[in-house]
């Protein structure tokens, strides 16, 4: 059978550029050689776009880029070209049938690269251009879910003019949330730039922090109870794996527990009653489906404690792959190792690229 050419796209301008090096390394060791080509492109944290024929250990710590083998490199938007461009003294162009973009957070899993990859005619896993910005944007992913009925925590945003007048929006805020409050950037990566203030001090310190990623901010009520993720696969239909539960050491799952420090544990299947679970499972699936997720994404709720209601927090559309992320991991509980799991994520993206071009 002919090997399928399959180009890896990792790193990228953004604040997860390390965890993304990290899935990578994940996916690449995961790939069945005898089926799939690998390309594996790195992109710098400059923005610099790297063919990178070395070994994937080189990946983990991001010294990849240094190796003397680099290939300079880009995918062009023009469908004549069909493949990735080695600006080498040959201009070599090596086939693509499909793309991994394995890029989380700003400029790869924000609609950015599914552009690129939609004008240049190539097949992707994941989430297409409307659905990987919509979800990005937590402003719009909210409304969007308010709009289909799926049930969410007390919320609010204000862009950078609404919170420079801090007195006008704390008291706002205050009377709609209480505190403590949850403040995140409107667009960043998984955990980045999020914090809780307890009071007014601390929410003006956390308005600036969350500046700091985007121009607008989030904010929402605290919600005591269980931290729960659900793994969701497929195009027009999706399935979803029982759900799995976090057992963050910290206040709440900070990017330094996730994937720093990893003290934080995890247990699938979360500790919930069988009607619990299915009432995630069937929410997690309504809301791939409302914001037209395609391919593969990771769908984190709260199970409050004082009431048991199921509370949906984001979609994640191109989730981690790193040895301790959940994704992976509440698939294979559901009977689909990585290497099947990459098959059919594969398949997935032929199979939209198919029905959508012909």
Known sequence: MKKLNVVLLFGGVSSEHEISCKS???????????????YKVGITRAGHWLYYPGPTQLMVDDTWHRQPDCVPCLISPDRTCGGLMLL??????LPIDVAIPVL?????EDGTMQGLLELAGIAYVGCGVMASAACMDKVIANTLMDAAGIPRCAWSWANRSRCADFASLEQSLAQKLGYPIFVKPANAGSSVGISKAENAQELQQAIQTALKEDDKVVFEEFVQGQEIECAVLGNDQAHSTLPGEILASESFYTYEDKYVLGNSSTLIPARLEPQK?????????????????TGLSRVDFFVRQKDGAVLLNEI?????????????????????????LLDELIALALERREERHG
Do not use: W
């Open 277 to 293: 679970l299915e009432q995630v499972r069937q929410l997690a699936e309504k809301a791939y489906l409302a914001l037209g997720c």
């Open 104 to 108: 989380h957070g700003k400029n790869g």
């Open 88 to 93: 080498d003294d040959a201009r070599t162009t």
């Open 24 to 38: 990578a390394k994940t996916i690449a060791d995961h790939l069945n050689p005898h089926r799939y080509e690998i």
């Open 316 to 340: 994640n559309t191109f989730p981690g792959f790193t040895s301790i992320s959940m994704y992976p991991q509440l698939m294979e509980a559901d009977g689909l190792p990585l290497p099947r």
